[in-house]
């Protein structure tokens, strides 16, 4: 069965880092990029970063870009958010999910049940 | 990129049809058979419901059916139940270099 289950989600203030931990198992975890999707209180999904398979390839959204760092290790089935400069408006539930059909994925067929990232003095 | 366009709020009674829209552009919904749709419940995680615009993945009822036409791709759930009471989301893939953009998101009343 596969499952992803983050963790690291907390309360942080403005400017402050927290690294998000997603762990993956019950599939080939290096056979996949992995993807990160966040839910601000009340608001639709947004798109935050991807990895590729080999940890070789990165995005960010621009919202994120220079703040945030995504990585994986493979021979621990987890991924990772390096959050960074963290503001109010990051302040979101944090998915880690399994794409398919590459770093661009054409869907998400596993989602992790979310970690809340609060950001406030 | 700009975020799909769907209704913010639809419903229906038990039993009845709904349909959700959501519109793109010729460059993500209209360019590629890559749409998705999610279904959330308060509080958990979404889950997959449609991918590649009409499949369903194992274990999603039958009810549930996906199709595009032009720039706008359609959920559709038949035989409407009250836990099919959700959000859903829809998702477009947008090219070799553009991640992908999702909807805003649509609340489903079941009535």
């Known amino acids: 069965e596969v499952q992803l289950v983050e963790s690291g989600g907390g309360l942080v203030q403005p400017g402050g880092s927290l690294r998000l931990s997603c762990a993956a198992s019950g599939f080939t975890f290096s056979s996949y990029a992995m993807h990160w999707v966040r839910q601000a209180p009340g608001k639709g999904l947004e798109y935050v970063s991807a990895i590729s398979s080999n940890g070789g390839s990165t995005y960010y959204a621009n919202s994120v870009k220079g703040r945030f760092t995504i990585s994986r290790d493979n021979s621990k089935n987890t991924l990772y958010l390096q959050m960074g400069s963290l503001r109010a408006e990051d302040m979101a539930v944090y998915y880690c999910a399994r794409g398919i059909g590459g770093m661009v994925a054409r869907y998400f067929d596993y989602w992790g049940q979310g970690t809340l990232v609060t950001v406030s003095s | 990129q700009s975020a799909l366009t769907q209704p913010r709020s639809v419903s229906g009674s038990p039993g009845q049809s709904v349909t959700i829209s959501c519109t793109g552009t010729?460059?993500?919904?209209?360019?590629?058979?890559?749409v998705s749709w999610y279904q959330q419940h308060p509080g958990k995680a979404p889950k997959l419901m449609i991918y590649?615009?009409?499949k369903r993945p194992s274990g999603v009822p039958d009810r549930f059916s996906g199709s595009k036409s032009g720039n706008t791709a359609s959920l559709t759930i038949s035989g409407l139940q009250a836990e099919d009471e959700a959000d859903y989301y829809c998702?477009?893939?947008?090219?070799?270099?553009?991640?992908?953009?999702f909807g805003g998101g649509t609340k489903l009343t079941v009535l």
């Open positions: 998702c477009s893939y947008a090219g070799s270099y553009t991640f992908g953009v």
């Open positions: 010729s460059s993500d919904v209209g360019g590629y058979n890559y």
């Open positions: 590649d615009v009409s």
